[in-house]
């Protein structure tokens, strides 16, 4: 047919034994290096620090955990944690969730997936929430539900505004019912804190998926999320075997989201911190922002 | 009514020894009424042996058994006067939930329910009672104009959980659930919830805020389906028997985790034995609740409904012994549900 002339070959065809030879398998010491995961450039640990963690070559925010984030956001010095010593129980004796969650501490050196605290954020009190997906994959158990809780109670009787950053992978299935119960728990006091006109700023990292991105997290005055964030509530492999259909690479992501008008605004980390005080500033005098200093 | 059910097996079989007998005895004319009653009374035993021990899998099995009463019947079993209502006025009438305006005990109130189809073609139409978004917001219309006009509302929790497909994420399902969840917990009116088949996650807790939340004896109520909880724990969704037994999800397990109020008897071997008899339960259960529920004040119901979702989850604190005296121990105890042990001494 004339047409096939003029068709574009898709792939280029490229003999085997040079996709061998071309790209060595480039070793990399433990801990010196850091492999991107979106695009595979090799970078050195001090460098990706250095650079908050974001990819230098295609801008990809690796995963921070809640000490990490709280150390870019929160003002030096400023920070009091609340309800540290909280920890999860075993309510449904669930098979090895008492060695996992030991497991748990050990390798993220917290005691459940969010801490909680005052602090400032360029000169302005707040009270936050920070989650930790090293933390049994940010997964929100009881412990979660009410450290969100109190700090949301807190916020309301402080008359402080409220932020979360948060990552999830969902509702903890290891506590059940009184899992999908703190989402309940959490909405409702937020409506509280809503009703007497709060601030509450919500960032979403990535992911925030499921029992989380359904509660709290999508109930702030004002959602943001760092570049290429996936949020959602069902995940995407789910979602491929109930429609059997393939979905686009950029499903979920922040910047999907956002045009889909899920998000207010994509923050890169560089300027998270200041794009939230320029927010509270914003609200000077309301709800529970600081009056400017 | 067919005993279908795997475990229901011995029951069909004397049945059918029974009707065997019976059969054999017309035809040559012999009298076996003896026999007969003997193995009448000894399947009734074995029904009440089998049915009053069910397992978490089994209840799960009958949950979602095809012919177990639906929203739709029980609202004409339960009200009077139903008026449909249909749609969340921003994109569609999501068939998956369905609610309206009814009377009960001659009282308005709006009633809302996750809704399964009866057969393939209702089923397509309805997602398998899996709401999209706009069900979610179709419920949440409905009962802020319960609030409104100072309506009670009363739920029907039926659903394996929310859609999961791309068009739903692209309606954002999270915030619609969200919005419920956060809403629910406003309302001046009493919100009576009943879980009626099979609970599922947060497409089940989207219509489950009430100040009383009952559930059928059969009915199962779980943070994860058994099937995903299997096939994420053991790569092996077929293991869901399984999953629902770790998962805690009978009526009983949340009785005692103090996530519900109070368990709604069902006839013997389940809801759809007797659809007339498992709504007047349900009615009686209800309008004792609401008679309750209708002496406190919107500012008294609505603290009564934070104070039943605050209280619920179960904490510890890593440094208890030395917080002995700062009573924070006590604190952590106060939040915390009855424990197994606690809870059956008290009964």
Partial sequence: ?293 | MANDLPYEKPLAELRKKIEELKKFGAERDIDFTDEINRLEIRYQELEREIYSNLTAAQMMHLARHHSRPTTLDFIHLLFTDFIELHGDRMFADDLAIVGGLAKFNGIPVTVVGHQRGKDTKDNIQRFFGSPHPEGFRKALRLMRQANKFGRPIITLIDTKGAYPGNTAEERNVSEAIARNLQEMATFGVPILCVVIGEGGSGGALALGVGNRVLMLENAIYSVISPNGAASILWKDASKADQAAEALKITAKDLLRFGVIEEIVPEPMGGAHRDPAATAEAIKEALWRHLQELRTMTPDELVADRYEKFRRVGKIAFASAETDRDSGTESEADKISVPDAKSDAESQ
């Fill in chain 1, 1 to 293: 047919m004339l047409k096939d002339l003029f068709q574009k070959r898709k792939y280029a065809v490229i003999p085997s034994e040079r996709i061998n030879t071309e790209r060595p398998k480039r070793e990399i010491p433990e801990g010196l290096m850091n492999k991107c995961s979106k695009c595979g450039t090799i970078q050195f640990s001090k460098e990706l620090e250095k650079n908050l963690k974001v990819c230098a070559s295609c801008g990809h925010h690796f995963r921070l955990n809640a000490w990490e984030r709280i150390a870019l956001t929160i003002d030096e010095g400023t920070f009091v944690e609340m309800d540290g010593e909280m920890i999860s129980e075993d309510p449904l004796q669930f098979a090895g969730y008492t060695d996992k969650l030991a497991q748990q501490k050990r390798n993220s050196g917290l005691k459940d997936a969010v801490v909680t605290g005052e602090g400032r954020i360029g000169g302005f009190p707040v009270v936050i929430g920070v989650m930790s997906f090293d933390f049994f994959s940010g997964s929100m158990g009881s412990v979660v539900g009410e450290k969100v809780t109190r700090a949301i109670e807190t916020a309301t009787e402080k008359r402080l505004p409220l932020v979360t950053f948060s990552t999830s992978g969902g509702a903890r299935m290891q506590e059940g019912i009184l899992s999908l119960m703190q989402m309940a728990k959490t909405s409702a006091a937020l409506a509280r804190f809503q009703d007497q006109g709060g601030l509450y700023i919500s960032v979403f990292t990535d992911p925030t998926l499921g029992g989380v991105s359904a509660s709290f997290a999508s109930l702030g005055d004002y959602l943001l999320a760092e570049p290429g964030t996936i949020v959602g509530f069902a995940g995407r492999i789910v979602i491929e075997q109930t429609i059997r259909q393939k979905l686009p690479d950029n499903f979920q992501t922040a910047e999907f989201n956002l045009q889909h008008g899920q998000l207010d605004k994509v923050v890169h980390r560089k300027d998270m911190k200041t794009f939230l005080a320029k927010l509270l500033d914003m609200h000077a005098g309301k709800g529970g922002a600081a009056d400017g200093e």
